[in-house]
């Protein structure tokens, strides 16, 4: 009797551990097409179920339109890696909370071909400029440069950065604003501008994700770097590292948004 009741027991020690386990899902900003995103962050996504004992599944969307639509409703955001406009959004709209991000800033450079040399953003005016939809990053920065709505080039929408200098080069398009850090692997570009820097993707978590899960989490990201496993995962994401960081790194480039629908 005393043996069955120890077994009877544990079953229910067992049990109750697994109803506690739950899905979450990791929404990934839309920088590569749909399918893409679901292969390169898989890998993510399995370090971090096993880490935290919890089912995390990618959520892949299809371009920044529909991303931003999705983010103001929820859907499939309980973890999320994305921009600095989008975080600080989130955290100050959401009620988010930042768990890591990765290492130093990103910048965005305006380039054109080779062939192409100009010295100044106003000659792109009627000029096709590739970038990606709004509102990501490129696309409100490359707006930005053109406050003049009767003066301001052609956009082309990319679908994705590397579709972007891909098009200048084949000059279907006179030039594109990209990430800074993908220019030096292109030959032939040239850089006319680059924006001001902001933070880092971040790595944030939904207020509905448990504290101790989101603990969890935050851990395993830092710790990353430490781990044979970790490695493995950083090394094909081709991140260096993830970083401890706050809130505060991000406050205020929600405001990169205040142009966006429904912001």
Known sequence: MRFTRAFFAVLLLVKSSTLLAIDLSLS???ILPKSEILKAYQSLADYLSKQSGHT???KAHTNFLTYWSSMRQKKGFDLVL???HFSDYRVAKMNYEILAKLPDSVSFSVVTHADNLIFDVDELVLKKVATMVS???GAIRLLSLFPDPMRQPKIVYAQDSRDAAKRVLDK???AAIIPTALVSGFAGLNTVMTTQSL???AFSAAPEVPVSVRDKIRKALISAK???QGREVL??????AFEATSAKIYSGHKSLLSNELGY
């Not at 090394?235 to 260096?240: D, G, I």
């Open 28 to 30: 990934i900003q839309p």
């Open 135 to 137: 509102p990501s990053v």
């Open 226 to 228: 430490d781990t044979a």
């Open 172 to 174: 279907s398009v006179f």
């Open 235 to 240: 090394s094909k994401l081709n991140f260096a």
């Open 199 to 201: 933070p880092h993707m």
């Open 56 to 58: 995390i599944r990618i």
């Open 82 to 84: 994305d921009a600095a």
